[in-house]
């Protein structure tokens, strides 16, 4: 099963539709390419359309089916225009991984009502909106995969409140999806990955990574691609009676009982 060295090889989401929500950047980007590799015909949906088709233009030009679509998660309509626009375009939607997120904190004292909305309206809300929409489509057909994409972060983050309970919102909501899914046939798992290296963490100042990167067991940052590899597991027939977990992708973070 090794490619290079690294990864997994073969087909295994042939022919699969699979929606990734902000997948032109960062871990997105990366499990749209791997799924793609798998086999999948890949919707790449983003709140920023002109990098969403771009991903998608490269995929193609790899022999791969990939369409670029907007959508910001945090809107019913956008949502339902998404899941019609990849139905019509590409067919029912298979997979489905909630991997859309922003981290915009301050902490208790500095955080304003307006950056707790939003970002518990894109981390938390979306996934409600996107999983509502999918588990529509897979129900009636008795197959679907959810993953959704949490954080280490929930377990309790220095000054990260508002990022770290909307993560928290997703564990509790994979973990009841997970039930209310199974006898539809529907498996519903999380990843919380760790530090990885994205633009997303990249905006942290120096003084934050520092601080972070001691509190990190093999004392390196994650790769995109690490945490594409266990979404493809979670998208794949090899997890079928796998529901309801989370599994980290954090290079041993989760382990140390400690706030970092
Ligand atoms: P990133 O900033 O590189 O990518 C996030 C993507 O989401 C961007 O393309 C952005 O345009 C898109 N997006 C933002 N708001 C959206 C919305 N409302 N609707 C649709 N798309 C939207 O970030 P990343 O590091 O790749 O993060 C991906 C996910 O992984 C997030 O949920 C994040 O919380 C989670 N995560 C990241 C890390 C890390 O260290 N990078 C660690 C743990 C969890």
Not at 133 to 154: C, D, F, H, T, Y
Not at 179 to 191: D, F, P, Q, R, S
Request: proline letters at 3%; aromatic letters at 4%.
């Amino acid at each position: 099963m090794e490619r290079d060295g690294q990864g997994i090889a073969g087909r295994d989401l042939a022919g699969q539709v699979a929606v990734v929500t902000g997948a032109a950047s960062g871990i997105g980007l990366a499990v749209a390419r791997e799924f793609a590799a798998a086999g999948a015909k890949v919707a790449i949906a983003d709140i920023d359309a002109g990098r969403a088709e771009d991903a998608a233009q490269r995929l193609a030009a790899t022999g791969a089916e990939a369409v670029g679509l907007r959508v910001d998660v945090s809107s019913r309509e956008a949502v339902a225009a998404l899941f019609s626009g990849v139905e019509e375009r590409l067919g029912p939607v298979d997979v489905l991984v909630n991997n859309a997120g922003i981290s915009i904190d301050h902490g208790i004292r500095r955080i304003t009502d307006e950056e707790w909305r939003r970002t518990h309206a894109v981390n938390q809300t979306g996934v409600f909106l996107c999983s509502q929409a999918a588990a529509a489509s897979m129900i009636p057909r008795r197959k679907g995969r959810i993953v959704n994409v949490a954080s280490r972060a929930w377990l309790g983050w220095y000054g990260q409140l508002t990022y770290a309970s909307s993560k928290g919102g997703v564990v509790s909501a994979t973990r009841s999806l997970a039930i209310e899914l199974a006898k539809h046939g529907i498996t519903v798992n999380c990843l919380a990955p760790g530090l990885i290296d994205t633009p997303l963490l990249r905006r942290e100042p120096h003084e934050v990574m520092d601080r972070l990167m001691l509190a990190q067991p093999m004392g390196t940052l994650g790769d995109p691609a690490d945490v594409a590899w266990a979404a493809r597991w979670f998208a794949s027939p090899a997890s079928r009676s796998v529901t309801g977990q989370v599994l980290y992708v954090c290079g041993g973070k989760s382990l140390y009982a400690q706030p970092a």
